[in-house]
């Protein structure tokens, strides 16, 4: 008799244990999107609980083995179907356009100012993040600088003139609009099948993405002009953060400050083999190789990038973000304009 209780006592706290256990389901980036998903990301999330020693269960699914649309990140926060997402930024802005001015055509020409810029502006993001997806935003970091691939031959950017170009969002439209070409956005996931049809003409993204999705199969040239990086970020849901004891949320920000951090040496490393790569050249570590043309970036094309931020996407962008939050120009100005000293 004595056995059968303890028994039964056992396995009532055995019980009691796995109900004080949180878990945390968490929506990853897509899993065609290269190397910091793979090897950074779905890791970090899978061996969280013993790498922090929290108490906690994740949960990790890749947002296109979800089959959720990487554009409804935000959405899916304030829904709590997930209570982590990881952010894609551009394709999200839609919704929340304050999570673009972290990143405009002509802001960040390398990791180094992109990094100043993110830290100055991510408060500000955070606080619109929080009002209106009931989101709290962890930490951003670079998918890394985003070029131009094109599956017709071009040899700089007045080459677009007419063509469909596959953008993230609307700074890269605009841009591109200056030089006669259509803005297209699309899903990640949809952008190889595209070029290789014919639907759109040229890409956006970052080397190491390309060429994990195979688009230097269905493309020509590549244009090395760094336009934006492309940045991400983590976020949690507001309910969900609240109802972990501070002993929790300090783990786990630090936890995820750790992974940004690796995700911004690891994005830098990554680009410099990708490009390598894609283009048949050595070292190629990371990636397939495959023997895309490079062009080389002319002053005037360097030229039209470095003022593309107070010609084209600065005030595309913040007409769109005012519209949302009227202080979201004077917000943007206080932090980052004051790093660029506008």
């Excluded at 911004?264 to 990371?286: K, R």
């Excluded at 039209?304 to 913040?318: F, I, K, Q, R, Y």
Aim: with cysteine.
């Amino acid at each position: 008799m004595r056995t059968i209780f303890a028994t039964a006592a056992a396995a009532c706290i055995a019980a009691t244990a796995q109900a004080d256990t949180t878990t945390l389901r968490v929506l990853g980036q897509p899993v065609g999107s290269g190397l910091i998903q793979q090897q950074k990301e779905q890791p970090f999330f899978e061996n969280l609980a013993e790498t922090s020693g929290m108490d906690i269960e994740v949960e990790y699914l890749p947002v296109d083995v979800a089959g959720i649309p990487d554009t409804d990140g935000m959405r899916v926060l304030r829904t709590g179907l997930f209570d982590i997402v990881s952010v894609r930024g551009p394709q999200v802005s839609r919704d929340e356009p304050a999570m673009l001015g972290l990143d405009l055509v002509g802001l960040n020409p390398d990791y180094e100012s992109g990094r100043v810029h993110a830290d100055a502006f991510l408060p500000v993001v955070d606080t619109a993040v929080q009002g209106r997806f009931n989101a709290k935003l962890l930490g951003v970091w670079p998918a890394g600088p985003q070029v131009i691939f094109c599956k017709p031959e071009i040899s700089g950017l007045s080459d677009l003139e007419g063509l469909k170009v596959r953008v993230g969002d609307q700074s890269a439209a605009a841009f591109v609009a200056q030089f006669g070409a259509t803005g297209v956005p699309l899903p990640f996931g949809e952008v190889q099948q595209s070029l290789s049809r014919g639907v759109v003409d040229c890409a956006i993204t970052g080397p190491a993405s390309a060429n994990s999705a195979g688009w230097p199969e269905v493309t020509t040239t590549v244009l090395p002009i760094a336009l934006q990086l492309a940045m991400n970020g983590y976020a949690i849901n507001l309910d969900t953060w609240n109802s972990l004891d501070e002993s929790t949320q300090v783990q786990l920000e630090e936890s995820i400050d750790s992974l940004v951090s690796e995700i911004w040496a690891y994005s830098e490393e990554l680009y410099s083999d990708a490009m390598n790569c894609n283009t048949g050249q050595e070292p190629c570590e990371h990636g397939t190789p495959y023997s895309l043309t490079s062009v080389p970036v002319s002053e005037e094309d360097l030229a039209a990038v470095s003022g593309a931020l107070v010609e084209s996407s600065l005030p595309a962008w913040t007409e769109q973000c005012n519209a949302v939050n009227p202080d979201c120009e004077a917000l943007w100005m206080e932090t980052v304009g004051a790093e660029l000293g506008l």
